[in-house]
């Protein structure tokens, strides 16, 4: 088998372990520089964005007496200040409410109680998994209760010959995946946030995330959910059957619907078998065009194997080396595309990259440098440079997120015009993203949050998305956040449709208020 040097030069078998250290050592610098910002106490969202509270009911010592008869356990009922700080804010620090109230049921039959309570009585909630979201969907805007899901976190049934896994939603993520892998299984979805975030509310977000181009989205893989109406009311689809055609496929109503129709309690998921052999190629690039042509070929070349084509510009990968301290495993380029290949043969699956890497760069000469990593540590290594972009954007101060998907050919088109827009008015505007599914990863920061910089940014990135045919939430969700803006994306008769299924399933509107739909 022919060396890499002879296809991919200058050659880099191996990452520095200077470079190594950087990546994994960064982590608590990091954590160190978002507990400083944490110091200010951030503006309530209800404030900032001028909400008119809905006509709720005010939780009172007769409410509470009610939960902690209940859940019976204290620590289960939450009212402390303190205690209840973390659910009221979002992980990016946009979002604020403050309820005074966090429940942590651990049966769906608790759930359900608390739900026909704060039905009958008026009382509004909050549904919150692993609080990773970034469009403001999981924590209240004002004084909802908010119901964690951390407690619902019993794996209940795996079926290793099928791959069906059965579990409830406040599994993390990471946590499951770790335990399929003693079956050589895995989850069929892999985000940064893998180590914090829910299942539950995964599902409920219709996630997408780093291998979407290989296993699909979750509206593919969930075979069954089991949630909780607003009025108490248990909806068993729990089925872990592959086929099942007998009537309304209900589950689907509630995979990316935000907690606003029910709160999953329990999903039962398809899991692919774990490869064997895992590649992961950093190239870099000299214009967005030839990304492009990589990518073309690389799903001709690469076919059944290729589980993941990400790439990223110049700004971005500047934004982990001067925010966290990380280097980058080549020179300057201003673009750069990270390639992994998944399969159950690695001599098979590495000839199958080395010549397609050979292709790329040596016949029509796409990829001016790469490296190939050699092992596993080497493969995190060049992953963090991709999954922390958030994490360093974030030590800028505030961050104007959005998750667009786009015809391909259109991708950095926005990202050019938007930079040209706003020009010197803020710190940093870069994009990457999942270029195998057409999503952007759009991100603008500035020292603090600055509505004349908003008014720049909105409502011209979704009126640009609009124009070019697609969507101002690739993988996110609405939340909050985006509500208002569904128009840009969907009829009036879609969001009619959507407005009389949410009255049908949810009368008083009790669930998740304030997001995902406008007007609520």
């Known amino acids: 088998m022919r060396l890499l040097r002879h296809l991919i ?27 400083n910002l944490r110091c200010t106490e951030l503006e309530l969202t209800s404030v900032r964005y001028q909400v008119k509270r809905g006509d709720y009911a005010v939780l009172s010592e007769k409410d509470v007496k009610f939960f902690k008869t209940l859940l019976s356990e204290p620590q289960h009922v939450l009212t402390d200040p303190s205690e209840i700080a973390g659910f009221n804010t979002d992980w990016l620090r946009t979002c604020r409410g403050k309820s005074q109230l966090v429940l942590k049921p651990k049966t769906t039959r608790e759930v359900s109680e608390i739900l026909k309570y704060c039905n009958n009585n008026n009382l509004a909630v909050t549904p919150q998994g692993g609080n990773t979201g970034l469009v403001g969907g999981s924590v209240p805007v004002f004084d909802e209760i908010v119901i964690s899901t951390q407690l619902l976190n019993k794996i209940i049934h795996l079926d290793k010959i099928s791959g069906s896994l059965v579990c409830q939603a406040g599994c993390v993520l ?19 946030a893998k180590g914090s975030c829910h299942i539950g509310g995964n599902v409920s977000t219709n996630a997408g995330g780093l291998r979407l181009l290989r296993y699909g989205s979750l509206h593919g893989s969930v075979l069954g959910v089991e949630a909780v109406l607003a009025n108490g009311e248990v909806l068993d689809c729990l089925s872990s059957l592959r086929k099942d055609n007998t009537g309304y496929d209900l589950k689907q109503l509630f995979i990316g619907s935000e907690g606003t129709l029910g709160i999953v309690t329990a999903v039962s998921i398809l899991c692919p078998p774990r490869p064997n052999a895992v590649n992961v190629a ?53 673009f750069y595309i990270l390639v992994e290949t998944s399969g159950g043969n690695g001599e098979h699956d590495q000839e199958k990259l080395l010549e397609f890497l050979d292709h790329v760069q040596n016949v029509d000469e796409l990829v001016t440098d790469g490296i190939l990593a050699k092992d596993l540590t080497e493969n995190e290594t060049i992953w963090a440079l991709r999954e922390r972009i958030a994490e360093g954007l974030m030590v800028d101060g505030y961050c104007y997120k959005y998750d667009i998907s786009l015809p391909v050919v259109k991708l950095y088109s926005l990202v050019e015009d938007l930079k040209e827009r706003l020009g010197d008015a803020v710190t940093r505007c870069v994009g990457y993203g999942h270029l195998g599914d057409g999503n952007l990863h759009l991100n603008v920061t500035s020292p603090k949050y600055d509505e004349k910089i908003l008014g720049l940014i909105e409502p011209f990135i979704y009126e640009w998305t609009s124009q070019h045919n697609g969507s101002i939430s690739a993988e996110h969700g609405l939340g909050f956040k985006k509500k208002d803006y569904i128009h840009f994306s969907k009829s009036p ?21 304030y997001k995902t739909l406008p007007g609520q």
């Open 9 to 35: 030069k200058p050659l880099r078998f191996v990452i520095p372990n200077e470079i190594i250290n950087k990546v994994h050592g960064s982590v608590r610098h990091f954590r160190i520089c978002t507990a």
């Open 282 to 334: 950093f190239l870099g690039v000299n214009n967005f065009e030839n990304i492009l042509e990589t990518f073309k070929i690389s799903k001709r070349m690469l076919g059944e194997i290729l589980s993941a084509f990400e790439f990223m510009d110049r700004g971005s990968m500047q934004c982990v080396q001067q925010n966290l301290s990380l280097d980058i495993p080549l020179r300057d380029y201003p």
């Open 493 to 513: 008769g879609a969001i009619d449709l959507m407005l009389k299924m949410k009255k049908l399933l949810d009368p008083k509107g009790i669930l998740n208020p």
């Open 174 to 192: 990471q946590n499951l995946d770790q335990c399929l892998a003693k079956e050589n299984l895995m989850m069929p979805l892999d985000l940064g």
